[in-house]
T-cell receptor, first 112, second 112 residues
Framework: GESVGLHLPTLSVQEGDNSIINCAYS??????FIWYKQESGKGPQFIID?????DKRQGQRVTVLLNKTVKHLSLQIAATQPGDSAVYFC???????????FGGGTRLMVKP | NAGVTQTPKFQVLKTGQSMTLQCAQD?????MSWYRQDPGMGLRLIHY???????DQGEVPNGYNVSRSTTEDFPLRLLSAAPSQTSVYFC???????????FGPGTRLTVL
C-alpha cells in the first residue's frame, strides 16, 4: 500500500556540521509534507512543511527539499547543535487530507 | 493558550479494565485526532474528528471508541484493555484537516 518511509534509522553527526535526514514517499498524489521533531518523552513538534507546488522551503537553520520526480523529501539542518538531538519524522497528508501518514522516524545524535 | 493537553501522563491497567484518555485543546481547532506510537514505529492514526459531533476511523481503530461532543474535547475510550494496547498515545489538533497538526505531550499506557 501507500507508505512514507525513511532511509536511515540513526544519524550521528558532529556538533557544528550540517545534517541531512531523508524520507521516501510512495503516494504520488500527496500534496503536503511535514517534518516533525520528537524529543524523548515529548510529543512531536512541528518543524517545517512544504506543499507539492514547491521544491524548497527554508526556515531558521532548517531547509526542506521536495523532489517529486523520485518522491523524495529531505530535511537539512545547518550547524547542528546538541539540542537538535531527537527523532525526526516525515509525514504526508493524503488526498482527502483526513489522515497524516508518518514514516518510521530517524534518530539524530549530535556528538560534542 | 495551553495548546493541546492530555491526561493522565501515565496509566497502568489490568487486562479487561476500561478507561478514558482525555484530550483538550483551547485553540478552537476543528480537527482532532488520536495516534498511538509503539517502539521503533511511527505514529499510527486511531480515530479522528473533523468537528463536533463527527468522528471517523483511522488506521488502527479496533478496541477504541471516541466521541466529540464539544470542539474542545476529544476523549479516547478503551472499553476492555488488552496488552496489545500498551503504547504511548498522542492527541493532536489542527485548524482544519489539511493544516499542520499540533500534538499533546502524550499518555504512556501499560496494560498488564
Amino acid at each position: 500500500g501507500e507508505s512514507v518511509g525513511l532511509h536511515l534509522p540513526t544519524l550521528s553527526v558532529q556538533e557544528g556540521d550540517n545534517s541531512i535526514i531523508n524520507c521516501a514517499y510512495s503516494n504520488s498524489a500527496s500534496d503536503y509534507f511535514i517534518w516533525y521533531k520528537q524529543e524523548s518523552g515529548k510529543g512531536p513538534q512541528f518543524i517545517i512543511d512544504i506543499r507539492s507546488n514547491m521544491d524548497k522551503r527554508q526556515g531558521q537553520r532548517v531547509t526542506v527539499l521536495l523532489n517529486k520526480t523520485v518522491k523524495h523529501l529531505s530535511l537539512q539542518i545547518a550547524a547542528t547543535q546538541p539540542g537538535d538531538s531527537a527523532v525526526y519524522f516525515c509525514a504526508e497528508n493524503n488526498n482527502a487530507g483526513n489522515m497524516l501518514t508518518f514514516g518510521g522516524g530517524t534518530r539524530l545524535m549530535v556528538k560534542p | 493558550n495551553a495548546g493541546v493537553t492530555q491526561t493522565p501522563k501515565f496509566q497502568v491497567l489490568k487486562t479487561g479494565q476500561s478507561m478514558t484518555l482525555q484530550c483538550a485543546q483551547d485553540m478552537n481547532h476543528e480537527y482532532m485526532s488520536w495516534y498511538r506510537q509503539d517502539p521503533g514505529m511511527g505514529l499510527r492514526l486511531i480515530h479522528y474528528s473533523v468537528g463536533a459531533g463527527i468522528t471517523d476511523q483511522g488506521e488502527v481503530p479496533n478496541g477504541y471508541n471516541v466521541s466529540r461532543s464539544t470542539t474542545e474535547d476529544f476523549p479516547l475510550r478503551l472499553l476492555s484493555a488488552a496488552p496489545s494496547q500498551t503504547s504511548v498515545y498522542f492527541c493532536a489538533s489542527s485548524y482544519n484537516r489539511a493544516d499542520t497538526q499540533y500534538f499533546g505531550p502524550g499518555t504512556r499506557l501499560t496494560v498488564l
